[in-house]
């Protein structure tokens, strides 16, 4: 079983920088992709940044033009920094995977979500 651990949510002050890590463990063969989505109460869930297998990053618009995104394909670990916090960012950020199994079946993975406050 794929599991996704998430850190690095917390207090945040406006104007201030995050980094969210995410780590897939278990029966992996590739990571396909890596993505942060994130979601406040009433609203859907909206992507934020994916990093493909390849390193290549797509940008969500909640990300474009202050984030950086890295996939370390040796210990499946995703890390997204983020830059110049506003008060908008404040959600809970989710982590989801696109894996290729051992097996050759390929599935998507959720984290449980961690949560981002931004306060000063």
């Known amino acids: 079983q794929v599991q996704l651990a998430e850190s690095g949510g917390g207090l945040v002050q406006p104007g201030g920088s995050l980094a969210l890590s995410c780590e897939a463990s278990g029966p992996i063969a590739t990571i396909l992709k890596m993505s942060w989505y994130r979601q406040t109460p009433g609203n859907q869930r909206e992507l934020v940044a994916s990093v493909d297998g390849g390193g290549r990053p797509t940008w969500g618009p909640p990300a474009k033009g202050r984030s950086h995104i890295s996939l370390d394909s040796a210990d499946n670990t995703m890390v997204l920094q983020m830059d110049n916090l506003k008060p908008d960012d404040a959600a809970v950020y989710y982590c989801?995977?696109?894996?290729?199994?051992?097996?050759?079946?390929?599935?998507?993975?959720w984290g449980l979500g961690t949560q981002v406050t931004i306060s000063s």
């Open positions: 989801n995977a696109d894996v290729k199994l051992t097996t050759g079946a390929t599935i998507t993975v």
